[in-house]
């Protein structure tokens, strides 16, 4: 059983930082792409940044420049480092993943549970 799971959620200032983790747990053969997902009250999810297996990256407009994203393979865990932090950003953040469990030799979608950031003014 393989298991996504986000921490390092919670309050912070206007200006202020915060540092996303997503840990992959469980029956893994491979990791494939990897992203952060977000959805604010009222609208629909939204993609904030991926990263491939190689460390190639893409942001949203939104969040370029102000977040970046990185991963540790040895360690099948991902990071969201955000800086300069807005109220726009407030929402439920959560982790997406490309698996290839242990004897599957197919990938599968995954998300993880989400974790709250709240940006306030």
């Known amino acids: 059983q393989v298991q996504l799971v986000e921490s390092g959620g919670g309050l912070v200032q206007a200006g202020g930082s915060l540092r996303l983790s997503c840990a992959a747990s469980g029956n893994i053969f491979s990791i494939d792409d990897m992203g952060w997902y977000r959805r604010a009250p009222g609208n629909p999810r939204e993609m904030v940044a991926t990263?491939?297996?190689?460390?190639?990256?893409n942001y949203a407009g939104s969040v370029k420049g102000r977040f970046t994203i990185s991963r540790d393979n040895a360690k099948n865990t991902m990071y969201l480092q955000m800086n300069s932090l807005k109220p726009g950003d407030t929402a439920v953040y959560y982790c997406?993943?490309?698996?290839?469990?242990?004897?599957?030799?197919?990938?599968?979608?995954?998300w993880g549970q989400g974790t709250q950031v709240t940006v306030s003014s």
């Open positions: 990263i491939t297996t190689g460390g190639s990256t």
């Open positions: 997406n993943a490309r698996i290839v469990p242990r004897a599957t030799w197919s990938s599968y979608n995954y």
